[in-house]
């Protein structure tokens, strides 16, 4: 890559790899719409933000882009906040579309 680049990555979230969605009012009046993964994911997703720390990921989910971000840290938790709105019909939205 060109100096100064910063390359980007890729994540397919699919259905089979959501055990949850949950929408989360902890900073009104945003709502964020977080993804918990199942352990095989959970470590999948831990191991690609490990190694592109200082990179751009997306997140994407039947062909659609659904979040994108710079990697500061490894994510180990198994969450994935990919949406923040004040709307509350687009997070119910979302997470009807999410869950399989």
Same mark, same amino acid.
């Given at each position: =890559? *060109?100096?100064? %680049?910063?390359?980007? #990555?890729?994540?397919? $979230?699919?259905?089979?790899?959501?055990?949850?969605?949950?929408? $989360?009012?902890?900073?009104?009046?945003? +709502?964020?719409?977080?993804? *918990? !993964?199942?352990?095989?994911? =959970?470590? #999948?997703?831990?191991?690609?933000? /490990?190694? @592109?720390?200082?990179?751009? $990921?997306? *997140? *994407?989910?039947?062909? /659609?882009?659904?979040? /994108?971000?710079?990697?500061?840290?490894?994510?180990?938790?198994?969450?994935?906040?990919? +949406?923040?709105?004040? @709307? /509350? %019909?687009?997070? +119910? =939205? !979302?997470?009807?579309? !999410? !869950?399989?």
């Amino acid at each position: =890559s *060109i100096a100064g %680049e910063v390359e980007t #990555a890729k994540y397919e $979230l699919s259905p089979d790899k959501i055990i949850r969605v949950m929408i $989360l009012n902890d900073r009104p009046p945003k +709502l964020d719409v977080v993804v *918990i !993964l199942n352990f095989e994911a =959970s470590k #999948a997703f831990a191991a690609l933000t /490990k190694e @592109n720390i200082g990179n751009k $990921l997306e *997140i *994407i989910f039947r062909g /659609k882009v659904m979040t /994108k971000a710079v990697v500061r840290d490894e994510i180990e938790r198994g969450s994935i906040g990919v +949406l923040t709105t004040t @709307n /509350k %019909e687009e997070a +119910l =939205s !979302l997470v009807r579309e !999410l !869950l399989p």
